[in-house]
């Protein structure tokens, strides 16, 4: 009788089939890991044989059965950076250089635009004198969107706040200079405390952001008092500010229990975009009530001038969006943020903000707010 | 004394400086934007014109722009920009004016622009595109 090990009978039994697929899943894992981490590999052989992963023709755009070789590659390339890339993977592929690393455009075939940062390194044979170049590619668009946002609110900030400062200080070297009659150095000096408000005020709404962004709920605070006034009073900040173009209509009792202080915001915010966007020679309307089922609170604020298209009415309620009737202005004016924290309170109480806005009607921001929200708040 | 023509849109900026330049004996009128500027300028011609940059309606730079093209005699006009734009030099370079200050600027600083500016008068030259220059050349 044949003695067989029990070792040798314990080991798995490969065949070369099994091998092949267990390598073949070994590498769709991979491609499936590296794909998930947003990385598009593709491999260029120095005879223009290209190959490309799933993810790779994911961010060029491109039908992963379609024919896809090196000039459809630079062609892919935004032409202000075609040349400079498509120079350098040729010097890599000529062997005049080991590698490539570049953050360019790329257009893709529907005509968007999209910031990649592309990697490359050459590897060669010297037995086959053949050079392939792996190239990694990450799409960074929304990177590059959050870097030019976080720049341009750095700008507006910095520009926005060196406006009261300017009154400020012009002010104050009134005061040194030429103290006057009481009159006119209390004038100076309420001009003085004015500007530091709203000074504070733009940090209150840069704050703001940081909370929308980071989710965070509000805490507001209500207290007993008259809508009415509350908004009668903003407006005359308002006509102190921008002159005497407001224009105030409420209908209803409005004595009781408001969030005064977030209420008194919104329209801050809506005012001075009204007055930023709508044409300066004509009245801007404040309207409060309450609406005809008596369920809902109405606040709206309109003004006339160039109307703001429907594609770019969702843009503005965003931060830092701006349609194109804020942006004819020679640079950005304001932030941005206005409208967003508007919006960002008004949800809070599980309101609606909506935009209506034509030539002939005016541009309407309304806010409505169920008062049912109100209701159970006790002071 | 001079007379000053102010064109900023911003009244709590406006009030401090026209009263500065008013206490100093200087002539002064205040627009709040562009076109209200061009309007104060077609009434009288100022001496010279302190012009804020990012402003409703027609901001600063097309303003001086407006100035060279429309009217002969209004393009030689100095013009000093009062401004919070970041690089408000390259601002200053693009409407071809030496004279400029940033907000916040100081009395003192304003002063001595001012008297430079109203030394040497000289005016604006916006760099032009190419069909504004064949026009220009045309005329």
């Known amino acids: 009788m044949k003695k067989t090990s029990p070792v040798r009978n314990q080991r798995p039994r490969h065949t070369l089939k099994n091998r092949h697929r267990f390598e073949r899943q070994e590498r769709d894992l991979t491609e499936f890991a590296i794909n998930a981490t947003g990385l598009g590999i593709s491999s260029i052989l120095d005879d223009g044989t290209f190959y490309r992963t799933i993810e790779h023709d994911r961010i060029f755009g491109i039908d992963p059965n379609s024919k896809f070789d090196l000039n459809d590659l630079f062609e892919s390339f935004h032409p202000d950076d075609r040349k400079g890339v498509a120079d350098e993977i040729k010097a890599v592929l000529a062997g005049k250089k080991t590698g490539y690393d570049f953050e360019h455009r790329i257009v893709r075939k529907d005509g968007t635009i999209r910031w990649v940062h592309a990697f490359g390194k050459a590897t060669s044979d010297p037995k086959l004198n053949r050079i392939r170049l792996t190239v990694g590619v990450m799409d960074t668009t929304d990177r590059k969107k959050l870097e030019s946002d976080r720049e341009m609110f750095i700008a507006s900030l910095s520009h926005d706040l060196r406006n009261p400062l300017s009154a400020i200080r012009a002010n104050a070297e009134l005061l040194k200079r030429y103290p006057r009659g009481f009159k006119e150095n209390q004038d100076t000096l309420g001009r003085i405390v004015f500007n530091v408000d709203r000074a504070d005020r733009m940090i209150q709404n840069m704050l703001d952001l940081a909370h929308i962004r980071a989710g965070e709920k509000r805490n507001p605070v209500y207290k007993h008092c008259d809508l009415k006034k509350v908004i009668s009073d903003s407006l005359k900040e308002a006509t102190l500010r921008y002159g005497d173009r407001f224009e105030f209509i409420s209908r209803g009792d409005f004595d009781g229990v408001w969030p005064d202080q977030e209420i008194q915001r919104m329209i801050d915010n809506l005012v001075e975009n009204a007055v930023k966007y709508g044409c300066s020679d004509t009245a801007i309307q404040v309207m409060l009530l309450i609406s005809d089922e008596n369920e809902d609170l109405v606040i709206s604020v309109k003004n006339y001038g160039n109307p703001i298209l429907p594609k770019d009415q969702e843009v503005i309620l965003q931060p830092f969006g701006r349609a194109k009737v804020g942006q004819q202005d020679y640079k950005v004016k304001g932030w941005g943020l206005g409208l967003a924290i508007v919006r960002s309170i008004v949800e809070t109480f599980i309101g609606k903000l909506t935009l209506q806005s034509s030539a002939a009607e005016g541009t309407v921001f309304k806010i409505v707010i169920p008062l049912s929200t109100f209701s159970s708040i006790r002071v | ?139």
Do not use: C, W
């Open chain 2, 1 to 139: 004394m001079a007379r000053i023509l102010v064109v900023e849109d911003d009244p709590q900026v406006a009030i401090p400086l026209v009263a500065f330049l008013g206490l100093m004996g200087h002539l002064v009128r205040q627009a709040s934007n562009g076109e209200e500027g061009l309007a104060e300028v077609s009434k009288e011609y100022p001496e010279i014109i302190l012009l804020d940059v990012d402003m409703p309606t027609l901001n600063g730079p097309q303003m001086a722009y407006r100035l060279l093209i429309e009217d002969a005699g209004r393009e030689d006009i100095p013009i000093m920009l009062l401004s919070a734009v970041d690089d408000l030099g390259s601002v200053a370079e693009s409407i071809g004016t030496p004279y400029f200050l940033a907000k916040p600027y100081s009395f003192d600083g304003l002063t001595t622009m001012l008297d430079r500016a109203l030394r040497e008068r000289q005016p604006p030259r916006p760099r032009l595109s190419p069909l504004h220059q064949k026009i220009r050349g045309a005329a």
